[in-house]
């Protein structure tokens, strides 16, 4: 029997691209809605790095969640960092102990970092999924041109080298965006320092950067980076990330205080904890409808879930895919709600694209895969990604930040707001050659 949806209630957990369209598809056939996030804002996460290279401002790339529902009276924002899941009630417990219960439940956490538990890498690597991060590279970034700048001899121990794990989308977008950092604004900023002794590194198992892409697309988007002074170090693996170093799979070693995660993501750990069943990259396995398997009240979206495509294999973890996949889960709970049948979730693939730094972008359009590079691409990129934020401000805001890094060659963000982060501690380094000279010094056993 068909019920009325506003009766109903929906709780949906994480505030992203997957969880905010499903959130304002609900919002628009007034069923009533509680959104629970840790944060009290969404991140539009394509443009971290763009923060992190001080291209844009914070606020064009987050926006308050209560903002964006305010004129939406059936959805509740609540800001609580979600400790556990009970499919079976469709209830989440926060860490502060309150909860919240709905006829249905939306799991949208989103990802975090996937280390591969390479030893010390959660300490010591800059991840790039959330503001937090951003903003912590982007002080780190500023604050080893300081040091170097006040001590150059501080070159010789690697404190403008840095490193960037992962040649997918993320990692080559971010080493494009330094590069230029280093190339066009950095001697603007610093006449008296040798910003052309900074080197960025890409180092990834793959032989080829933007791996999805075709074989034309990887040797352009190479020669870009070798262009911009990025050295590929391909084929290889990061096997330890040590305070002032990371070791590669061949046993080589760079000095660094800077290395970048783009090295691959897992799905958010409160998916494990769900009593659902999971499957490659911890993320949720879904049926076709989108709803957790066994519960069909239970959706698990985007970067959280493993969404079935056609041909069996999973959809890659994608901001289209969870914003198309939040907007048919909605759908679905209408149609359940009203009597209807729910619908196989059918994605439409308007093709990938990556931003290479300054002018420098490739993009593969469509079913056909027609290729773009260069100018054409750099503005298809700016197009879209303006398209896809989310405020009319906010896309005025990015536009106006990309016009003027564009025009300028400058960086209006270039602000050290995180000191911690920024801090490095020589004595690391040097306690650590003095520990190599005193087991050199010391006697050999009898053994």
Known sequence: MAADPRETSVVVVGGGFAGLACAKRLAKHHVHVTLVDKNNYNQFQPLLYQLATAQVALLDVAEPLRGVFRKHKTVDVKMAAVTRA???????????????????????????PNFFHTPGADVHAFPLYSLEDAQRLRSRLFEIFEEADRNPKLIDE????????????????????????INHVMPGRFHDLATSAARVYVVDPATVVLAPFSDRVHEYAE?????KRVE?????RVTNVAPDRVVLSD?????????????????????????????????????DDLTAKGFPRVYALGDVANTPGPDGKPFPQLGSVALQAGRWAADNIVAD????????????????????GTDAAVAEMGKRRRELKGTFAFLAWLGVHAWLLDGFRQRVDALRSWAWTYLSRSRASSIIDRPSAARIDWGERRSHLTSMKEDAR??????
């Open 86 to 112: 009970d499919p079976e009630t469709r209830t989440v417990e926060c860490s502060d102990g309150t909860t919240f219960s709905g006829d249905y439940l939306v799991l949208a956490m989103g990802a975090q």
């Open 158 to 181: 690697g404190v403008l080298n840095i490193v960037v794990v992962g040649a997918g989308a993320t990692g080559v977008e971010t080493a494009g965006s330094v590069a230029d950092l």
């Open 223 to 227: 020669r870009v980076l070798k262009r």
């Open 232 to 236: 590929l170090r391909l084929g290889l």
């Open 251 to 287: 046993g080589t070693e760079i000095m660094t205080r800077t290395v970048i995660w783009a090295g691959g993501i897992a799905a958010a750990g409160l998916a494990a904890d769900a009593g659902l069943q999971c499957g490659a990259g911890g993320r949720i396995d879904v049926d």
């Open 337 to 356: 709600i009203e009597g209807g049948s729910r619908r196989p979730f059918h994605y439409r693939d308007k093709g990938i694209m990556a931003m290479i």
């Open 442 to 447: 010391a006697p050999a056993g009898d053994g």
